[in-house]
């Protein structure tokens, strides 16, 4: 069984930077199409960034892409998510998934492990 478990959350001035790492226990990180979700009060889940296992793929939804960067370190087996030039609107709870899939999948439906979620505030 997949065990994926979020660190790094917390609190920051916009502006600042924060770095979530997932850990991937009971199979290597490797094997998956690995993605950063986030969930905001009273919206629905997002894609924030996923990484292929083929290839190392790598996809950033529209409004992170130049302040986010997602990388995968085999040895640690985590995956992790950079976050620079933080915005209020970046306010949310970020959750690691994985996937068997071949390629980049963007919604959560496509992603079978979670965990449990670590939450990200960014001050105004």
Known sequence: QVQLVESGGGL???????????????????????????????????????????????????????????????AKNTVNLQMNSLKPEDTAVYYCAASSAVGIRTTPDDYPYWGQGTQVTVSS
């Open 12 to 74: 920051v001035q916009a502006g600042g930077s924060l770095r979530l790492s997932c850990a991937v226990s009971g199979r290597s990180v490797s094997s998956y199409t690995m993605g950063w979700f986030r969930q905001a009060p009273e919206k629905e889940r997002e894609l924030v960034s996923a990484i292929s296992w083929v290839g190392s793929r790598t996809n950033y939804a529209d409004s992170v892409k130049g302040r986010f960067t997602i990388s995968r370190d085999n």
